[in-house]
């Protein structure tokens, strides 16, 4: 009998979507699974939409997307980073980050190939791994003095001839850690001592609270990177914006790995939904005040979750300078797909088991706090009496 392709099969489920399919069919959870925020997409947003399709644009689009926004997020890096891409050669337009992500990697690895990969972090990038038929080696990140940093020895240790990619998420789902521009550095150097590619996954660069201001950007490694460096950054409309499902994001990337991925566009997707395209305009366009203001609530929510699970037993939290997420260490929390399963059937409440951002989370739990206030506290209550019990 045909069998299905050994890549498809090495790609693991996720730990996630298992414990939500179980949620689902439970009532009055209090959910904080998913990373998503429960904001809905600002209206002004819809109705460019709206507008759009009433313009016509429901046809086809470049497979590089519509030359108007990729003009406009040039502009936005510009603006914000003060980093000139160039629109025409350097940025492509995808279908969501994840496909930025997929779409670069089928890009840079061939089968039998390795990527490094900083974890624990979200799965999607070493599923994409596989399913190029290539393997992920995962690098922790340790722990040191309250903050996550980058074991620069260890990625040494785990090269070989085959490796030739190196991926990186900052701000971190799901530890919320930020690279230093130190650490960009350091990791730009080192892809550039042993010839691989960096790819900086860099969705929440706006969820950021550490900066001079709320709302400053985290800064891109674009401002460290020269153009002919082997460098690519993942971007989504999708956090920042409350457009999870409008599944639209971009790629920057050096001019030979844009051109590529825009011929290979037409094959995965042809291109974003082009009436999707004109509404990121317009959340770049006015977005910002909205931003700002999640921004405010988010921080709130981030310190009130804190406050919390500082004062609970065997709870260890390093606090995240961006993303929207808390990765607590749960001493004797030793099958985190367990604990959080019975949680979930115990007390109702919904949380990520860390094992499934890697070997590296397990042991933690994920705790999307992009919720509203009369979700986070029950939850929180409902997780501490939870903790006294397992004791």
Aim: glycine share 6%; aromatic share 8%; charged share 20%.
């Amino acid at each position: 009998m045909p069998r299905l392709a050994q890549s498809a099969e090495l790609v693991p489920h996720s730990r996630i979507r298992e414990l939500a399919e179980i949620a689902m069919s439970m009532d009055g959870v209090l959910r904080l699974y998913f990373g998503e925020s429960n904001l809905p997409t600002p209206e002004y947003i819809k109705q460019a939409a709206i507008k759009a399709l009433a313009d016509g644009y429901t046809f086809y689009t470049e497979n590089a997307g519509l030359p108007s926004l990729r003009r406009a997020i040039a502009e936005h890096y510009l603006r914000l980073h003060s980093v000139n891409v160039d629109p025409a050669r350097e940025i492509v337009i995808t279908a969501s980050g994840v496909q930025a992500l997929n779409l670069a990697i089928r890009c840079l690895l061939d089968p039998g190939d390795e990527a490094l990969v900083l974890s624990p972090v979200w799965p999607n990038g070493c599923s994409s791994v596989a399913m190029a038929n290539a393997v992920t080696r995962q690098i922790p990140h340790p722990l040191c003095g309250g903050r996550y940093v980058v074991d620069f020895d260890a990625l040494e240790a785990a090269l070989n001839p085959r490796t030739r990619l190196l991926l990186y998420t900052s701000p971190s789902n799901p530890l919320g850690w930020v690279a230093t521009e130190r650490e960009q550095e350091q990791l730009l150097e080192f892809a550039r001592r042993h010839g691989l590619w960096l790819l900086a996954d860099e969705v929440y660069d706006r969820l950021y609270y550490a900066g001079s201001r709320l709302g400053c950007p985290v800064p891109s490694i674009l401002r460290k990177a020269s153009r002919e460096d082997a460098v690519a950054v993942v971007q989504s409309f999708s956090k920042s914006y409350c457009m999870t499902g409008w599944r639209v994001g971009w790629l920057v990337a050096r001019r030979d790995l844009a051109a590529k991925a825009t011929q290979l566009n037409e094959f995965i997707v042809s291109h974003a939904p082009s009436f999707a395209q004109k509404a990121a305009e317009t959340a770049l366009a006015q977005g910002e005040p909205d931003l700002l203001a999640m921004l405010e609530r988010l921080k709130h929510n981030r310190d009130l979750c804190l406050a919390a699970l500082n004062t609970m037993r065997g709870v260890t939290v390093p606090e995240p300078d961006g993303a929207f997420y808390l990765f607590p260490r749960i001493a004797g929390a030793a099958d985190s797909f367990g604990f959080c399963k019975r949680l979930l059937e115990q007390r109702r409440v919904g949380l990520a088991p860390g094992v499934a951002f890697g070997p590296g989370g397990e042991g933690s739990v994920r705790i999307c706090y992009a919720a509203e206030q009369n979700i986070l506290e029950p939850a929180l209550e409902r997780l501490a009496q939870f903790l006294q019990s397992e004791t």
